[in-house]
């Protein structure tokens, strides 16, 4: 997906000139290529590229994670307000700074505030019950989605609320390599803790007694992976706007290959998941003449194929 989403675009190029290009840094290869088909294979295509797999990758781990410690095959990222969070944080610096590197902060730290505030809600009692937590996230993220819908209304409406509306719909062509390292370590470090706690989630799904008296704190289990999936999350959203339907529909498709064992479902819906949005952001930046919002296309593709999912789920039952 990668080496074809790097020919394709509105200038197609070559698969093996392509390929040249993106060894000529550690090559010693004779350039039969123009300055702007190089620029285009590496400043533009490939840090796009990149940004898609990293986060497709962080979506679909974070709902496989979500659903195990949920114990709900409907849960997604977005459960805890992270992304209406994001949003807000997003809407709201586009209106006073716009500046790109603002806007990735302030959206990151609005996520982290929403995740906050649903837990600080739900902690009616000394333990947080799953169904409170879901309650607080859906308050929040309304709460969040209020205050967006605010902004807009606020908005210069030729130029500002365009911008709030376009990145809100989710769309990677801000993204550059910059971007990246700086996300970058927060992307792995989330992504490896998920990965490292996998076997763990699997005992959570016998119930927590069961799973308490075999030694787990259940308690500092789920903390440590709602934590990092709500930030692998919500630097997904600070990256690429909002982007739904992945989080939920992609753990669906990994469970029909490798079954519901997530010591094997969270690494195969991390590679499909990153697959997934690499093909969706191909056909949004080459279907039409000018480039569609990605969570357009992803709510276009996810809906139907989510709906044969359960439709196929409920006859294997």
Known sequence: MVLASLCLGRVTIPFFQTLKILFSPVLSLDPDWSETTYSVVMDVRLPRILAGLLVGAALSISGASFQGVFQNPLVSPHILGVAAGAGFGAALAILFFDNIWMIHLISFLFGLASVAMTYALSRVYKMTPVLMLVLSGIVVGSLFSALTSLLKYMADPMNKMPAIVFWLLGSLNHVSFKNLLITLPIFLSCMAVLLLVRWRINLLSMGEEDARSLGINTEAL??????????????????????????????????????????????????IGAAYLVAVDTIARTALTTEIPIGILTAVFGAPVFAFLLRKSQRAS
């Open 222 to 271: 789920k903390a440590v992976i709602i934590l990092s999936a709500t930030i692998a999350t919500a630097s997904a959203v600070c990256i690429s706007g909002i982007i739904g339907w992945i989080g939920i529909m992609i753990p669906h498709i990994g469970r029909l290959i490798v079954g519901p064992d997530h010591k094997y479902l969270l690494p195969i819906s991390m590679v």
